[in-house]
T-cell receptor, first 117, second 115 residues
Framework: DTAVSQTPKYLVTQMGNDKSIKCEQN?????MYWYKQDSKKFLKIMFS???????INETVPNRFSPKSPDKAHLNLHINSLELGDSAVYFC????????????????FGAGSRLTVL | AQTVTQSQPEMSVQEAETVTLSCTYD???????LFWYKQPPSRQMILVIR??????QNATENRFSVNFQKAAKSFSLKISDSQLGDAAMYFC????????????FGQGTRLTINP
């Protein structure tokens, strides 16, 4: 049973379109994240949510809007897609926001490769 | 603020040999975690090993061990008896112990295993 699942795994779309990536975790974790991996394999945090509350927003363009309907789900919606948005987007979760052993060990999903043409 | 630097973009090793991947970091946190993640061609990010900064003893997980030098802010990964399945990108990362979690990654090292 997949711990952190993302859909879709692959997404090809045209510039200017709007698309969403969904993420679900069945680990009972309180904290969820979105990371972006660019073409040079560099991984950078975009957002994190703790119990549906936004706690990190890393100067991401406001075309990117995360939504957490409950603590097991964190979706990423992207408006007006640009060529530079092409990347692999990883969802992850951790038990909580830290302060306890193991709390900050992240479990990652398999990634969603977004290609903007 | 945290930064993580991996100065070896690529490494290669013969099967069954030992290889060491380098990582240095900088952080203003008094307590933090350090990690090595593996990313094979399947793209999945897999936790290899973690080290709590307050522990002096180096972490080990089977063939994987770290050399943690806190004063030098160095955190290298040693892979013993390299296997073909170890071929992957390896990322060093750090995370503060308290507060908002913000796992910061290095640039990655691509490890090739030669049969």
């Amino acid at each position: 049973d997949t711990a952190v699942s993302q859909t879709p795994k692959y997404l090809v779309t045209q510039m200017g379109n709007d698309k969403s990536i969904k993420c679900e975790q069945n680990l009972g974790h309180d904290t969820m994240y979105w990371y972006k991996q660019d073409s040079k394999k560099f991984l950078k945090i975009m957002f994190s949510y703790n119990n549906k509350e936004l706690i990190i927003n890393e100067t991401v363009p406001n075309r990117f809007s995360p939504k957490s309907p409950d603590k097991a789900h964190l979706n990423l919606h992207i408006n007006s897609l640009e060529l530079g948005d092409s990347a692999v987007y990883f969802c992850a979760s951790s038990p909580q926001t830290g302060g306890a052993t193991g709390a900050n060990v992240l479990t990652f999903g398999a990634g969603s490769r977004l290609t903007v043409l | 603020a945290q930064t993580v630097t991996q100065s070896q973009p690529e490494m290669s090793v013969q099967e069954a040999e030992t290889v060491t991947l380098s990582c240095t970091y900088d952080t203003s946190e008094s307590d933090y975690y350090l990690f090595w993640y593996k990313q094979p061609p399947s793209r999945q990010m897999i936790l290899v090993i973690r080290q709590e900064a307050y522990k002096q003893q180096n972490a080990t997980e089977n063939r994987f061990s770290v050399n943690f030098q806190k004063a030098a802010k160095s955190f290298s990964l040693k892979i013993s008896d390299s296997q073909l399945g170890d071929a992957a990108m390896y990322f060093c990362a750090s995370n503060p112990f308290q507060g908002a979690q913000k796992l910061v990654f290095g640039q990655g090292t691509r490890l090739t295993i030669n049969p």
